[in-house]
């Protein structure tokens, strides 16, 4: 018999009898809705006698579902309603007898509900005790108060939402919810979103998943990288986490809705505000660098047990390479490097020459330097030598693709607006401003050649008269920009809250992102933010620099805006790094030139940064891809 049953049936004698025939005189007895069922223990076995409309019947397995979701349910009722109970409560794991039912057949069919959860497999006790070992191992030192919640049976139906970078942990820690988060062991439904995802592939995934047989006791919906779906789709997701998944699509006691998603994401947005019933961060590893060497300890002891070989140790010196680097790849590229290494020798200690990362030695400050495409013959270019961009991985420009330095120097008093010169630059500034002014002389000059031949047309003279207004208030816009530049003399040297400043320019540009349905996902430094300059000049300057950014990016695109403090970013000492990655698909001027080489916005942009003492670099890739990385002059 089940540790605890519970006999329920809306009549008296028919509750008795079924008692009597269950033969378990201590289970729990009483009609659908009765108080006491409120205070009973929560039952293994559910044993219901169908009657009438069935509607109470219907409401009470609704109700207890969601508080014993592994309970096994027995329905009894008329010999030829079998079909019709199963399709009506189809949530519950049940099966069906005809009333009246044998008492031996009743009763062992009772014994069997009670052990219908099989134990878990050799492979599923594999992956269980996996996930255990790695969670302690990456998270044992991480304060994750909300996981606890996250953990609570109670608490079983709540959706969790997980943010992070990638490689930080956040599919190992769906995985250990799934396992361990207080819920009967069920089915986990990996969904990996992408902007080509729609609803209707996602309720087909449940409903495949959620038929399983034995039906499963409980479904956990994984939404990986879920800020990657079109917005109407999330939209309509974000309902189903709050109000349940489409009627038949998930016909499982218990639904627990998980999102995994970049870290500081919008929580403005519907989704997300769905998904934070339990809201979880995983920091990146680069604000974990006083975990490293455990971490490093923990990975090496677990391989080399796996092995039987004895363990190894990362001398200080390996230790405070890796202490010292930024680990884009977060967790699993630090796990990634520890084994590869232990597998490439026997060496015991391990020093920081016996790193290997990619089959080579670990490198990293890669030889690879961010630098300017233009050819500035200013000072502050020619204390390092010109850099191309067009190969660098954009992942890789805001981390750990920092220029080797000399020892810091005193920063170059800063000069007056504007800054650029030689023949580079010249060319630079009259290709950018041929650009901006070319077409609208284009249309003047096709509307003057039409005119003469239409001239008694009148719609036409009243769009020729429309369209030379607004392009001749176009390049009077231009010329005003252009002395606004001039007249803005030598910048100040100041502290500057470069995450604030971002932050106050995209909420003005908010109306307009959310118009055209754009993504901006954003990655800004919080510790150390500040930055030497002009406030009111960086501020023009970043202006330009967004405005260009979110104007070349197509609708429904997206937009990555990072920025870190480098303590060696620029040859005289420390910098805020901006970085700005948007993909322009299409955009591009005369061969081998991006319309970010003319834009007559980043050459204000870069006039400015340069006049502070910093640095500026543009380029497109291959891939359509233009990435865009600032240093400014930022306190020691």
Same mark, same amino acid.
């Given at each position: 018999?089940?540790?605890?049953?519970?006999?329920?049936?809306?009549?008296?004698?028919?509750?008795?009898?079924?008692?009597?025939?269950?033969?378990?005189?201590?289970?729990?007895?009483?009609?659908?809705?009765?108080?006491?069922?409120?205070?009973?223990?929560?039952?293994?076995?559910?044993?219901?006698?169908?009657?009438?409309?069935?509607?109470?019947?219907?409401?009470?397995?609704?109700?207890?579902?969601?508080?014993?979701?592994?309970?096994?349910?027995?329905?009894?009722?008329?010999?030829?309603?079998?079909?019709?109970?199963?399709?009506?409560?189809?949530?519950?794991?049940?099966?069906?007898?005809?009333?009246?039912?044998?008492?031996?057949?009743?009763?062992?069919?009772?014994?069997?509900?009670?052990?219908?959860?099989?134990?878990?497999?050799?492979?599923?006790?594999?992956?269980?005790?996996?996930?255990?070992?790695?969670?302690?191992?990456?998270?044992?030192?991480?304060?994750? /108060?909300?996981?606890?919640?996250?953990?609570?049976?109670?608490?079983?139906?709540? /959706?969790?939402?997980?943010?992070?970078?990638? #490689?930080?942990?956040?599919?190992?820690?769906?995985?250990?919810?799934?396992?361990?988060?207080?819920?009967?062991?069920?089915?986990?439904?990996?969904?990996?979103?992408?902007?080509?995802?729609?609803?209707?592939?996602?309720?087909?995934?449940?409903?495949?998943?959620?038929?399983?047989?034995?039906?499963?006791?409980?479904?956990?919906?994984?939404?990986?990288?879920?800020?990657?779906?079109?917005?109407?789709?999330?939209?309509?997701?974000?309902?189903?986490?709050?109000?349940?998944?489409?009627?038949?699509?998930?016909?499982?006691?218990?639904?627990?809705?998980?999102?995994?998603?970049?870290?500081?994401?919008?929580?403005?947005?519907?989704?997300?505000?769905?998904?934070?019933?339990?809201?979880?961060?995983?920091?990146?590893?680069?604000?974990?660098?006083?975990?490293?060497?455990?971490?490093?300890?923990?990975?090496?002891?677990?391989?080399?047990?796996?092995?039987?070989?004895? /363990?190894?140790?990362?001398?200080?010196?390996?230790?405070?390479?890796?202490?010292?680097?930024?680990?884009?790849?977060?967790?699993?590229?630090?796990?990634?490097?520890?084994?590869?290494?232990?597998?490439?020798?026997?060496?015991?200690?391990?020093?920081?020459?016996?790193?290997?990362?990619?089959?080579?030695?670990?490198?990293?400050?890669?030889?690879?330097?961010?630098?300017?495409?233009?050819?500035?013959?200013?000072?502050?270019?020619?204390?390092?030598?010109?850099?191309?961009?067009?190969?660098?991985?954009?992942?890789?420009?805001?981390?750990?693709?920092?220029?080797?330095?000399?020892?810091?120097?005193?920063? /170059?008093?800063?000069?007056?607006?504007?800054?650029?010169?030689?023949?580079?630059?010249?060319?630079?500034?009259?290709?950018?401003?041929?650009?901006?002014?070319?077409?609208?002389?284009?249309?003047?000059?096709?509307?003057?050649?039409?005119?003469?031949?239409?001239?008694?047309?009148?719609?036409?003279?009243?769009?020729?008269?429309?369209?030379?207004?607004?392009?001749?208030?176009?390049?009077?816009?231009?010329?005003?920009?252009?002395?606004?530049?001039?007249?803005?003399?030598?910048?100040?040297?100041?502290?500057?809250?470069?995450?604030?400043?971002?932050?106050?320019?995209?909420?003005?540009?908010?109306?307009?992102?959310?118009?055209?349905?754009?993504?901006?996902?954003?990655?800004?430094?919080?510790?150390?933010?500040?930055?030497? #300059?002009?406030?009111?000049?960086?501020?023009?300057?970043?202006?330009?620099?967004?405005?260009?950014?979110?104007?070349?990016?197509?609708?429904?695109?997206?937009?990555?805006?990072?920025?870190?403090?480098?303590?060696?970013?620029?040859?005289?000492?420390?910098?805020?790094?901006?970085?700005?990655?948007?993909?322009?698909?299409?955009?591009?001027?005369?061969?081998?030139?991006?319309?970010?080489?003319?834009?007559?916005?980043?050459?204000?942009?870069?006039?400015?940064?340069?006049?502070?003492?910093?640095?500026?670099?543009?380029?497109?890739?291959?891939?359509?891809?233009?990435?865009?990385?600032?240093?400014?002059?930022?306190?020691?």
């Amino acid at each position: 018999m089940p540790q605890q049953l519970w006999i329920v049936h809306r009549l008296t004698r028919e509750r008795s009898a079924l008692a009597r025939l269950a033969g378990a005189p201590d289970s729990v007895v009483a009609a659908p809705g009765d108080p006491q069922l409120d205070l009973a223990p929560r039952p293994d076995v559910v044993v219901l006698g169908l009657e009438g409309d069935w509607e109470p019947e219907l409401e009470f397995a609704h109700t207890l579902r969601r508080r014993a979701p592994q309970a096994r349910w027995i329905l009894i009722g008329p010999r030829h309603a079998a079909e019709h109970a199963l399709a009506l409560f189809d949530t519950v794991v049940a099966e069906y007898l005809p009333y009246p039912p044998e008492a031996a057949r009743l009763r062992a069919r009772i014994a069997a509900r009670a052990q219908a959860a099989t134990p878990a497999t050799l492979s599923e006790r594999s992956e269980r005790d996996g996930v255990a070992t790695r969670f302690s191992r990456w998270f044992a030192d991480l304060d994750l /108060p909300a996981l606890l919640r996250a953990l609570d049976p109670a608490l079983g139906d709540v /959706p969790v939402r997980i943010a992070g970078e990638a #490689g930080s942990g956040r599919g190992l820690l769906v995985r250990y919810l799934h396992w361990f988060g207080g819920t009967p062991r069920g089915v986990l439904a990996h969904i990996p979103c992408t902007r080509e995802t729609t609803t209707a592939e996602i309720e087909e995934t449940l409903s495949r998943v959620s038929r399983g047989r034995p039906q499963p006791p409980s479904l956990l919906i994984w939404l990986e990288d879920f800020e990657r779906l079109q917005p109407a789709e999330a939209r309509r997701l974000a309902g189903w986490v709050t109000a349940g998944p489409p009627a038949g699509s998930a016909r499982v006691p218990l639904v627990r809705w998980i999102g995994t998603c970049a870290d500081d994401e919008p929580e403005d947005a519907p989704l997300h505000r769905a998904l934070a019933g339990i809201a979880l961060r995983i920091p990146p590893l680069r604000e974990r660098a006083g975990h490293i060497a455990r971490l490093v300890d923990a990975t090496a002891r677990a391989w080399c047990s796996a092995r039987g070989a004895r /363990p190894r140790r990362f001398g200080e010196d390996a230790i405070a390479v890796m202490e010292e680097y930024p680990w884009p790849g977060n967790l699993q590229e630090l796990e990634s490097l520890v084994v590869e290494t232990l597998a490439a020798g026997a060496a015991d200690p391990i020093r920081a020459d016996d790193l290997v990362q990619g089959g080579e030695a670990f490198a990293p400050l890669p030889a690879t330097r961010v630098g300017t495409l233009l050819d500035d013959n200013s000072d502050a270019s020619s204390a390092h030598e010109p850099l191309e961009l067009g190969d660098l991985d954009p992942e890789e420009a805001l981390d750990h693709l920092d220029l080797s330095r000399s020892t810091p120097v005193e920063p /170059p008093a800063p000069a007056a607006v504007p800054s650029s010169s030689g023949e580079g630059a010249l060319g630079r500034l009259v290709g950018a401003l041929s650009h901006e002014v070319r077409n609208p002389l284009a249309t003047i000059r096709t509307f003057a050649e039409l005119l003469p031949h239409r001239f008694q047309d009148a719609e036409f003279r009243e769009r020729f008269a429309e369209m030379v207004r607004d392009d001749v208030g176009r390049i009077d816009t231009l010329v005003e920009r252009l002395a606004g530049v001039a007249d803005l003399g030598r910048p100040k040297r100041e502290k500057v809250d470069v995450t604030a400043l971002l932050e106050e320019l995209l909420a003005e540009r908010r109306d307009a992102i959310r118009r055209r349905s754009l993504l901006v996902l954003k990655e800004l430094e919080t510790s150390a933010p500040q930055a030497l #300059g002009d406030r009111e000049q960086l501020r023009v300057a970043f202006d330009a620099l967004l405005g260009k950014c979110l104007e070349w990016v197509p609708e429904r695109g997206d937009v990555y805006i990072a920025s870190r403090h480098h303590a060696s970013g620029l040859p005289a000492g420390a910098s805020m790094r901006v970085l700005l990655r948007f993909h322009t698909p299409g955009a591009s001027g005369a061969p081998g030139v991006s319309l970010a080489e003319t834009s007559l916005d980043l050459m204000i942009a870069e006039i400015i940064v340069r006049a502070q003492g910093g640095d500026f670099a543009v380029a497109a890739t291959d891939g359509e891809e233009t990435l865009i990385v600032v240093d400014l002059p930022a306190p020691l």
